[in-house]
T-cell receptor, first 116, second 111 residues
Framework: EPEVTQTPSHQVTQMGQEVILRCVPI?????FYWYRQILGQKVEFLVS????????KSEIFDDQFSVERPDGSNFTLKIRSTKLEDSAMYFC??????????????FGPGTRLTVL | GQQVMQIPQYQHVQEGEDFTTYCNSS?????IQWYKQRPGGHPVFLIQ?????EVKKQKRLTFQFGEAKKNSSLHITATQTTDVGTYFC???????????FGQGTTLQVKP
């Protein structure tokens, strides 16, 4: 069964450093998302991406964040200068093309980001 | 903005007891989705409800969508230890399909 994959599974970084989180969505999916989950809290939307551009972003997704689809398979989230409060689990998700209201999202296993 | 609230936050039950989690949205939803997250895992889609008053069953799980399409519930009959995890409801917001998640209900089942 196809699945979303993410690397690395755990990333430890120093405050102020740049990190890139990588995702490979399911191959026939066309909508991509990044969510984050601070330990013990709910899943929060960061950004949605379609047709090679950001379609929507949350207040969390400020100038320190960027996303890219550098090739036909990878979908990356970059944090330019990490802060302590960026420590969280980051989930990539994807869904097929279709009505935005009627398709489940498939989540990757997540990358746990720890900022020291 | 749109908010999705869930209660209770935690529920401890004895194996074999029933469990229910409730979800309320501040706005009318086009549909509601339920996800399960096992400890240390990622959200896994369970079901989507679309119609007002809809009821769907998956074995011991019963999902309901309210008549006003603003609330939903998940009921598990005769819980098993495999039901342990956090159950999230989520509503799509905007035409990009982004999901607004509830806080989740964490279920612990004592054998």
């Amino acid at each position: 069964e196809p699945e979303v994959t993410q690397t690395p599974s755990h990333q430890v970084t120093q405050m102020g450093q740049e990190v890139i989180l990588r995702c490979v969505p399911i191959s026939n999916h066309l909508y991509f998302y990044w969510y984050r989950q601070i330990l013990g809290q709910k899943v929060e939307f960061l950004v949605s991406f379609y047709n090679n551009e950001i379609s929507e972003k949350s207040e969390i997704f400020d100038d320190q964040f960027s996303v890219e689809r550098p090739d036909g398979s990878n979908f990356t989230l970059k944090i330019r200068s990490t802060k302590l409060e960026d420590s969280a689990m980051y989930f990539c998700a994807s869904r097929v093309l279709g009505s935005s209201s009627y398709n489940e999202q498939f989540f990757g296993p997540g990358t746990r980001l720890t900022v020291l | 903005g749109q908010q999705v609230m869930q209660i209770p936050q935690y529920q401890h039950v004895q194996e074999g007891e029933d469990f229910t989690t409730y979800c309320n949205s501040s706005t009318t939803l086009s549909n509601i989705q339920w996800y399960k997250q096992r400890p240390g895992g990622h959200p896994v889609f369970l079901i989507q409800l679309v119609k007002s008053g809809e009821v769907k069953k998956q074995k011991r799980l019963t999902f309901q969508f309210g008549e006003a399409k603003k609330n939903s519930s998940l009921h598990i009959t005769a819980t098993q230890t495999t039901d342990v995890g956090t159950y999230f409801c989520a509503g799509p917001s905007s035409n990009t399909g982004k999901l607004i998640f509830g806080q989740g209900t964490t279920l612990q089942v004592k054998p």
